[in-house]
Structure formats: structure tokens, C-alpha cells
């Protein structure tokens, strides 16, 4: 028997999100909230982000709700009064989302996204509403950067093992995919989310065999069509002409890995020993502690290398592993909503971003504004549920990519750089600093 | 209903598993293998580790099985031959598993496990292993920092809206539990593991209501007995002289939290007000950004803050979000076996960690040998399964945390503290660079 889904359980919240809701419930508070998420700043030396998540975000609005057992653990803690949890039990969000599509380029200050919905609703979603946000933009902005650094060479996410435990490998095969990984590794994301699986063999394959041309012969018997043979286990010029001798059996080989030592060395020197031997054909992996810089590094030598494993530093944005991200209340019953915390001061009122573009279709510049503004440029955020319905199907994983790969095209090219660049244009409306000085009157009461 | 749990899936591994299982299974290899799992160098500026999921493994091998539509997908890829998926309906680990108990203090080069089984059974399981002791050993050891430079201070787990995805907010609740974290905000951590829960309040929660004084009174009075207010919204001491004046009502106030700003001066004006209005018996809650650094820097300044909340920087181990561990065959059919990739090479053979201590009972140092060697200290690798099953009861995440900190207890004093200190010694037994060196000769003609 399988357990029960963890990630699935409307427990996986933070705690004061249930104790703001009793809160709520006994003062009878619930008039619509609406939240935005946003990111503060961009991590030192990024030039822009790739919003993510979205649609597992609206997976979990849409099954959101408290099973029995949820609230007879709540109960169990003491913590909560009865006719509360009992409340519980009809708990749905019936609300209002509003976000950037899936792989759109976003930057700083920006809203991805905006909830509107009976304040109690849209309160309790903000923890895991956070984390399937975060992470996924997280890793789609670093896998972004991978795609650019490969000049059109396939990528392949490898990165399961080191990944923050098991939805993070999930999440993160969908993330690098939307923007622009040809496949993964992971088996169980290839099933779920029908992103192409790609795989080869481990160097205890090579080990396991007394020697590593019977090896690459078991191997090659048992996979015809997808025989990648790893030649970095003991030497791998010789592995290379084990390859050779394999092939000269009449046995197809489609690819060598290399996953170790000077890789651009190593791949100069395999490909000229498959070549002389009339193996031209076959493709040479590369991986092994890659990173978008690594990737750029061996694209600009030239090193015959055609597709490229990433894992770890991918899965993990190793530079930057998180995003100074939040998700504020901006409007509640009618007013707009500011804090005002050192440091951390929001832009109050429901917010719209407007992109502006060039005549060459060049992104020329954003405009944070109200919702309620008329402005140039195309608005960002759209409409994906109304009172608790999608608007519209879900976008397939393809057409998110798409998106993704139109959105940076579209970059401005200094953008498109590894290296910090000069930052993006997000200018604040005039509307929105006068109502951020209007709140700040109001409440120096306070 | 909940959907099927994406973490408890068999096809949450890489493809390469499974093609490398096929030529396996085509070949008939599948004598005993013996694989070892370790960390290859500690990250910069660290001085141990803390090993952590070895209970979560153990769960994952007792549970391994395909069901039905798991093969029935991997059926439909076209990969796979029908006779091998066939063979996969009776797959289940009925092997050993020998591994430092959880919250035992490790170092680079020792391994943390071991799993000793049929072949394929041995080599399936590495990807979720890995990911699963990977994640938790990193941020266990984090953690583990946070704990001391906390110098006794409670601190409580905030981390999960920015943990990479759910499974790692609810793992990273468990690892620095046992680490010596006092608890947790994760609510499904509390009911999973049995972690303690702790919750305060939101801004969102001030900010909704129109003015903060009765934001206070309406959370105090629907959480009575558990009442921590959040003052930093507007401005920090006007809120805390809020918070006395609903005191002065009679309201019992258990503590505040402040989240930003220059926590030690604002904690301690926060304190005077309180402690000038009667309310000595209030604890102040500090939490922002914070990691064992600035935990430390708050400690020494001496402010009066009574605990700590710590989020994104433990849960994600933002100053090394990942640790260079490797899962590697280390024995097969009777034979030891090593990996040389540049680099990248291995100790061969089934080893054991030797751990001496002086007579003070602060570690001395230890020493990498073989299995079957005798030698001083106390062995730390522990029979966990045998034949697929339990050698004993799982112990309970008090006794991992009360070993953590005996642990961390004969740690000697340089490694205990956060800068970068001489290495702990850990020996590699003449025993084992003889075998080494055999292998090498042997393998040479590779």
C-alpha cells in the first residue's frame, strides 16, 4: 500500500495559518483579500526570472479540502475550537486567480501572481501557494540561464539524487523542461508530466563487469537503439576505442557520456578516435558538476561535445537556492493594504504589469501599475480561475514552453547574458506611488 | 481525492536504473553487490556533518514494489522488454543495510551507508537513497550550526514556503528537529513526525484589520494561552506599547515577534517597554533572513531575544545547497571494486568507520578501514536490515535527537564552532590503501 500523498495534505501549511483562520472565524472576518506574490529583488548577478508553478498552483486551489482525519488530528492538539474544525469541513476556494502564464519573463517588484478571494481562503493558501511558486521559478530562471549558456545544444536534467527530496526532483524536471531542457532523468516526471526520459548507465555498470568491454556488449545487447556507453569509469581514450571495437562488430552505438576529468580535453580525443573509426555518427554527452557557467565555458572552446547532462547546481540553483519572495496582502475589504515593516515596505492595491515592446518585438520596458490604470503595453497577469473554476483548460507542458522560448527571444540581448547586465526597466506608475503616500497618511496612526 | 503519492512512486529514480536492471536481467548478473554512500569533501567552512534519513530510507526499501500501472507505463514507453516489466511485478529489497544511526556525526570519505543485496536490487534503489540521505544529511548539519550557535536559545523551523517543494519542507522539519531545532510551523511535520508545532501570526493578519490594537485583542482572544503578537508591521515600539496597553486589559500576552529591522536594538527597546509595563514574563520572538550566523552575531550582542525562528537559509542550506555525496559499488560477486574516473576515485570494499575518543569522551579521531579489520574505537556503521527486514524497532526522533546532541557534545571544541577549523583526523587504514592499490594493478589493463 502507498501512503498517503504528504504533499497533498492541506496540513502542509504553517501553523499560523490556521491560527489567523480560527482568529478570523471567531471575529466573523471574511470579506474578499486579494494577495499578490512577488519577488523583492533578483539574486546578485541574474537578469531576470521565468515565472513557474502556476498551474500546480491552481491543481491545488482546485482540490484543496480537510478530510476527516485532518480535522481530527487538528482537534487532537488542543489547540483549535470544535465548531471551528467543524467549519473546516466545508472549507473550498471559491476565489479569483490572476497570474502571469507559465514561462513568462518576469523581474523584481513584479506580481506573478494575485489571489482574490474571501479573506480566510485566500490567507490559508499562502505557504504551499509559496513553496510550488518559489521553487518552480527558482529553477525554470537557472534553467533558463542553462539553455541560453548551450547555444541550442540539448540539455538533459539530471539532477533526482541531490534535489531537495522528492518533489523537488518532480518539480524540477517540469521547471528545466518548460524552459527549454530537452527531457529528464527522472522516470516519474516522465509519466506525470510526459516530459521526454533519457538515461545511460552508472560507472558501477562498468564496475559490476570484470571488464568494461563485456560491459558495453551486455549493455548494448539489452538496449538496442539507446546505447549511450559511459567511457569515464577507468581511461577513457581506451574506453573510447572499446567503443570502437564494439561498433566494428556490427554493433549500433548511438552515444559515449564522458562525466569526468577535463571535458572538453576528453571530448576533443574521443571524437577523433570515433571518427577515424567510421563512428561520426555517434554523439558525445557530456556531464558531471555542470552549471550554466561550466556549459558556456565548453560551448565558447569549441569542444565537440553535443548534449549536455545538468543536474545538481541546476536542481538546487546552487548560485542563489532561494528567492526573497512573498506573497502580501494588497486590498482587503475594499482598501487598499500596505506594510510598511523596514526594509520589506509593499506596493499596496491590486497591481497589473504593462510590457512595453519595440518595433522589432525587443521587450523595451514594464510598467508596475493599478489594475484599474489604462496604460500602454500588454498587461502580464491573466485570468485562471473565477470563483474557484478555470477559465479556460490548463495549457499543455509544450505550449507553456513555447511561451517560454518566445518570452526569451524576446529579451532584451544584454539580458540574455550570463553576466549581471544593466538591470530591466520596471517603472512604478505615478497612480501607485500616490496611493502607497495616501495608506502611508492613513496609517501613521498606527 | 488525493492523488497517489508522487514520492512513494518506484519510477521516482532515474531511467538509468531501469536500463541498466534490463541488462542485467538479460545477462543473468545479480550476485551480491555492496554499495557504499559518502560524501567526497565537506562543504567550505564546514567542520562535520550530521547524518540524517536513514530512517526514511529504510521505510523506502521496505516498501518497494511496482504496481501495476507502474509497469504498465513502462511498458508503454517502448523501452522495456514484457519479460523483464514481468519480472519487476516480485522486485522487493532482501538485502542488508548497514548505516551510522541518525544524528551521528560523520566526515568526508566515511560512509554513511551501506546496502549489501542482489545486484539489481542494490542498484535500483540508488537514486532515491541518495536523494532522500542527501537532503537530510545537508540539512541536518546546517541545522546542527543553527543549534549551536543558538547557545541553548530555542529555535523553531519557518521554512517551508520557500523549502524546495513539500517534501523537503517536511523533511527538513524532521532534520533539523533532530538536529535540536525545538519544533517546527510545518503542521503536517507535526502530525507525520510527532515534531512540536509552533505558530504566531501574520502581517496579513495585522494589515487586514483596521487598525493593529484590534488586530491584537481579536488574535489574543481566539488563541487564549497561546498568544505571540507580530509588531513589526507598522512601527515596532508603538506596537509593543499596544501590546501593553491590551496586557493592562487583562489579556494574558505570551510573547511578540519581531521579523525586521535591526532585530538586537529593536529587541532591546521591545524589552524595556515590556518589562517597564509588567509583562517581564513575555518572550521575544526573533525571526528574518536569519541563519546560524546571524543567530550567533544576535547571541553575542547580548540582545534579549528569548528564540529564534529560522527559515529559508536552514531549509535550503543556502550557503551550500548541496553536498558532494556519491553512492558507489564498492564489492560485487566476492570482489572489491573501485571506480578511478579523474577525480573522482573510490575506496574499494565493504568499510567500517573506527571512532576513538580520549579520556574526556571528546572524539579523537577516526579511521577508515575495512569491514573485517580490527581495530580501536567503536564501529559506527550498525546493522539496520537484515534479509529485507528489520533487525530491531525504528528508535523514536527523541532518541535520534537526544543522540544528535551527545553527539555533537564530544565534538572537540574548534569543530563546534561556525569558522572553518583544523580537520577532524579521519585515518584510512594501511589495510585499505593496500587493497586500493591492488585493485589498481589489477585493473590497469582497462
Redesign the interface.
Known sequence: M????????P??????????L??????G?NET?A?ELFVRSLPPGRNFLLAAGLETVADYLL?LRF?DDDLA??AS?G?F?AAFLDSLRDFRFSGDLDAMPEGTVAFADEPLLRVTAP?REA?FI???V???V??QT?VASKAARCVLAASGRPLVD?G?????????????ARASYLAGFAGT????A???FGIP?????????V???D??ATAFA??A???PG?VTLLI????TA??ARKVMALAARGVPVQGVRI???DLAAHAREVRRILDEGGLASARIFASGNLDEERVAQLVASGAPIDAFGVG??MN???DA???D?AY??VE?AGRP????????ATWPGRKQVFRRFDASGTMAGDLLALESDAADGAPLLAPELRGGARVGPAPTLEAVRDRARAQMAALPPRLRALAAADPYPVEIAASLRALAAQIDAQ?AR?
Chains 1, 2 share one sequence.
Open positions: 502507498r501512503s498517503r500523498d504528504p504533499t497533498a495534505s496540513l502542509l501549511t504553517d501553523l499560523y495559518q490556521l491560527t489567523m480560527q482568529a478570523y472565524w471567531a471575529s472576518m483579500a494577495f482540490g478530510a488530528w487538528l492538539t489547540r475550537d479573506l490567507q499562502e505557504t504551499r509559496l513553496n510550488l518559489h521553487f527558482l539530471f533526482l539524487r541531490r534535489a531537495h527530496g522528492g518533489e523537488a526532483g518532480l518539480l524540477s532523468a527522472t522516470v516519474e516522465g509519466r506525470r526520459i533519457f538515461g545511460t548507465m552508472a560507472h558501477s555498470f564496475q559490476a563487469h571488464d568494461e551486455d549493455f545487447r539489452a538496449q539507446n569515464d569509469t577507468y581511461d581506451r574506453a562525466d569526468s576529468g545538481t547546481r538546487v540553483s546552487a537556492p532561494f528567492l519572495c502580501k496582502l482587503y493594504r500596505r506594510k510598511r515593516s523596514e526594509g520589506k496609517t498606527q
